[in-house]
Antibody, heavy 122, light 108 residues
Framework: EVHLVQSGPEVKKSGESLRISCKTS????????VGWVRQMPGEGLEWMGV????????RYSPSFQGQVTISADKSTTTAYLQWGSLKASDAAMYYC???????????????WGQGTMVTVSS | SYELTQPPSVSVSPGQTARITCSGD??????GYWYQQKSGQAPVLVIY???KRPSGIPERFSGSSSGTLATLTIDGAQVEDEADYYC???????????FGGGTKLTVL
């Protein structure tokens, strides 16, 4: 069975760095794109970007390009989402997801993690 | 930037048919995907490529697309179907992926 298990909630200050994780199991990590979705409090879903662990190819939404970094570690079958300097506006729930095989450039997700809540205080 | 437009809310009685629409110019050529998100939970894919249903999704969920409109239909909606529903697709270039604003389905 496919599982994506995310790291726990984080409380950070503005300006701090952060990396959250998404540990995958139950499938061949290198063969599927995996990515991230943001959900701000009380708001909708926003597609952030994806990575192909096989060769580390990445795709970012223009809204998140340069604001976050998506990476993957093949040895631990884990994907990461990273900020160099958090802003108050980064406070949100972040979900990781495995991309549906064959979805091409849609990069839609068929299996999701449980979410990681990020709180940022000024 | 590209947008997908959904009604903020839809309300039906148990056993009725619920229809949730998603409007976007590129839907004439691009697939629509649908996600269900129950309160406090991660989203779940319920329809992909306009009409296909992932394994484990009840048959009462179906999807269709015509022109610039994609539609999620729940035949015989049940109380447990209460959730926010999001459509998802890309712009005509295929380079920008977006979710619709979400529709809150109430079944009571």
């Amino acid at each position: 069975e496919v599982h994506l298990v995310q790291s726990g909630p984080e409380v950070k200050k503005s300006g701090e760095s952060l990396r959250i994780s998404c540990k995958t199991s139950g499938y061949t990590f290198n063969d599927y794109w995996v990515g991230w979705v943001r959900q701000m409090p009380g708001e909708g879903l926003e597609w952030m970007g994806v990575i192909y662990p096989g060769d580390s190819d990445t795709r970012y939404s223009p809204s998140f390009q340069g604001q976050v970094t998506i990476s993957a570690d093949k040895s631990t079958t884990t994907a990461y989402l990273q900020w160099g300097s958090l802003k108050a506006s980064d406070a949100a729930m972040y979900y990781c997801g495995r991309v549906l095989l064959g979805s091409g450039t849609y990069y839609s997700f068929d299996v999701w993690g449980q979410g990681t809540m990020v709180t940022v205080s000024s | 930037s590209y947008e997908l437009t959904q009604p903020p809310s839809v309300s039906v009685s148990p056993g009725q048919t619920a229809r949730i629409t998603c409007s976007g110019d590129a839907l004439t050529k691009k697939y629509g995907y649908w996600y269900q998100q129950k309160s406090g939970q991660a989203p779940v894919l319920v329809i992909y490529e306009d009409t296909k249903r992932p394994s484990g999704i009840p048959e009462r969920f179906s999807g269709s697309s015509s022109g610039t409109l994609a539609t999620l239909t729940i035949d015989g909606a049940q109380v447990e179907d209460e959730a926010d529903y999001y459509c998802f697709s890309t712009d005509i270039s295929g380079n920008h992926r977006v979710f619709g604003g979400g529709t809150k389905l109430t079944v009571l």
